[in-house]
């Protein structure tokens, strides 16, 4: 099956622009999550989707970060505007259906702020 | 959140077997443990997981201690594409349709040759 799909793979923005990242996932996966992983450190949940209502936001700055999913099945997250410290790289997860299943990974798009 | 301590970093030697330790002391008796791992440039990728018994796949071997306040992912043959970050990660339900993963700093394994 195909994996988790992200774009771009690399983005390198100055402060206080706007970006955004965009997520495909697996096929049929109605979970969807946004972490940020900073350099050294393991990933953090922004959000949670199931399939396009919010399960949990609670770890995301909500005055800059925003992330939608209208629907239920691509997402895409957006920063705006950007500061230095959301340099970082941004991973998408989907999950199929059963509370043990395991989280599928995309390969992330690493965001670089000038 | 439940929390996991993980060795910072471990080295192995090429074709030996490798013994990843994990301590989650504070472990509630329906969190399941995780494990994936992160090589380079990559998403984290599953490995394993457990909640009682110990668990065998075609990627490792995880053993839980009775107690279930610790446990060991177990590779049995490390090569170098098992350079990686391991995470050891307690999956808490949150809601109905919940699965949170909180990953920690995770345990850096460099296989030498």
């Known amino acids: 099956e195909a994996g988790v799909a992200q774009s771009p793979r690399y983005k390198i923005i100055e402060k206080r622009q706007s970006v955004a990242f965009w997520c495909n996932p697996i096929?049929?996966?109605?979970?969807l999550y946004w972490y940020q992983q900073i350099l050294g450190q393991g990933p953090k949940l922004l959000i949670q989707f199931q399939n396009n209502g919010v399960v949990d936001d609670s770890q995301l700055p909500k005055d800059r970060f925003s992330a939608e999913r209208l629907k239920g099945v691509d997402s895409t997250l957006k920063i705006q505007p950007a500061k230095l410290e959301d340099s970082a790289v941004y991973l998408c997860a989907s999950k199929g259906l059963g509370s043990n299943q395991p989280q599928h990974f995309g390969d992330g798009t690493r965001l670089s702020i000038l | 959140d439940a929390k996991t301590t993980q060795p910072n970093s471990m080295e192995s030697n090429e074709e030996e077997p490798v013994h990843l330790p994990c301590n989650h002391s504070t472990i509630s008796g329906t969190d399941y443990i995780h494990w994936y791992r992160q090589l380079p440039s990559q998403g984290p990728e599953y490995v394993i997981h457990g909640l009682t018994s110990n668990v065998n796949n075609r990627m490792a071997s995880l053993a839980i201690a009775e107690d279930r306040k610790s446990s060991t992912l177990i590779l049995h043959r490390a090569t170098l594409r098992d350079a990686a970050v391991y995470y050891c990660i307690l999956r808490e339900k949150i809601k109905a349709a919940g699965n949170k993963l909180t990953f920690g700093g995770g345990t850096r394994v460099l296989v030498k040759p």
């Open positions: 096929s049929g996966h109605a979970t």
